[in-house]
C-alpha cells in the first residue's frame, strides 16, 4: 500500500497573504486541520495548522475592546504563522513511512510531492482507515492473537493450519512480543469453527494471547 492510494487528492491549499481569521473560519467550514500554503505558482511553501491560527488570536486578557482585537487579528496573514520547514512524503513512498514521519514528528498530517509538485495530503485519518482495513475491523469473523517465538515458518504453520480447516483468512498482523524472542500475530479467519480453531493451532504457538467472534 502507497501513500498516493490513501492520500487525499483534492488539496485545499491556502496563499501566504490570507487573513489568519478568515484561513480558520475557512478551515471550520471545510472539516480540516491544516493547509498546505502555496505561492502563486502552486508551490509548496509552507504548512499552517488550525492551532498555529489559534496561538495567533489575541488574548483574552488584552485591555484592547473587542473593536481593537478583531482589526488587529485581520491584519494578521497566514505567512506571518505558517510552518516553513514543512515534513513531506513522497506519492510514491510505502504508507507506513508516511506513519513513521507522523510519529516521529509528533505531527496530524503531511504534504505529499511528487517531483517536487503537491499532489495530496495524507493524515492520521487516513492512516488509521489503512489500519483497519488491514486487520478487517468491518468484517465478521474469528479474530485471534497468539504470541509465538520469532523465527521463520511460524507465521506459514499458522496459514497451513487455517487452510487445512478449509478456513478463510481475512487479514493478519504482526507485531513486538514481549521480548525479542518473540512476535505477537493477529489473524482474522472465516468459514470456521472457533473451538476447532483453537485445537488445531494451539500446539504451534506458545499461547493463544485473545480469540473472540467479531
Not at 47 to 63: F, I, K
Request: hydrophobic share 45%; glycine share 6%.
Amino acid at each position: 500500500m502507497l501513500v498516493h492510494e490513501r492520500m487525499t487528492k483534492h488539496v485545499l491549499t491556502v496563499k501566504t497573504t490570507a487573513a489568519v481569521d478568515d484561513t480558520l473560519r475557512r478551515m471550520r467550514a471545510e472539516k480540516v486541520r491544516r493547509f498546505p500554503v502555496v505561492d502563486n505558482e502552486g508551490r509548496l511553501i509552507g504548512l499552517v495548522s488550525e492551532r498555529d491560527l489559534l496561538y495567533a488570536a489575541p488574548s483574552p486578557a488584552t485591555s484592547l475592546s473587542v473593536y481593537e482585537l478583531h482589526y488587529l487579528y485581520s491584519r494578521i496573514k497566514v505567512e506571518q504563522v505558517m510552518t516553513r520547514d514543512v515534513i513531506t512524503v513522497n506519492a510514491d513512498d510505502p504508507i507506513e513511512e508516511a506513519a513513521r514521519l507522523m510519529v516521529d514528528h509528533k505531527i496530524g498530517g503531511l504534504p505529499v510531492l511528487r517531483d517536487g509538485e503537491l499532489v495530496g495530503i495524507i493524515t492520521e485519518t487516513d492512516i488509521f482507515k489503512a489500519f483497519m482495513e488491514m486487520l478487517g475491523a468491518r468484517d465478521p469473523g474469528i479474530r485471534v492473537t497468539v504470541s509465538c517465538h520469532d523465527k521463520r515458518g511460524e507465521l506459514a504453520a499458522l496459514a497451513s493450519a487455517v487452510a487445512r480447516l478449509g478456513g478463510n483468512i481475512i487479514s493478519v498482523g504482526t507485531f513486538w512480543g514481549e521480548d525479542a524472542s518473540r512476535a505477537m500475530i493477529t489473524l482474522k479467519v472465516s468459514d470456521v469453527d472457533r473451538d476447532t480453531l483453537v485445537a488445531e493451532i494451539k500446539p504451534l504457538v506458545i499461547a493463544i494471547e485473545d480469540i473472540r467472534e467479531v
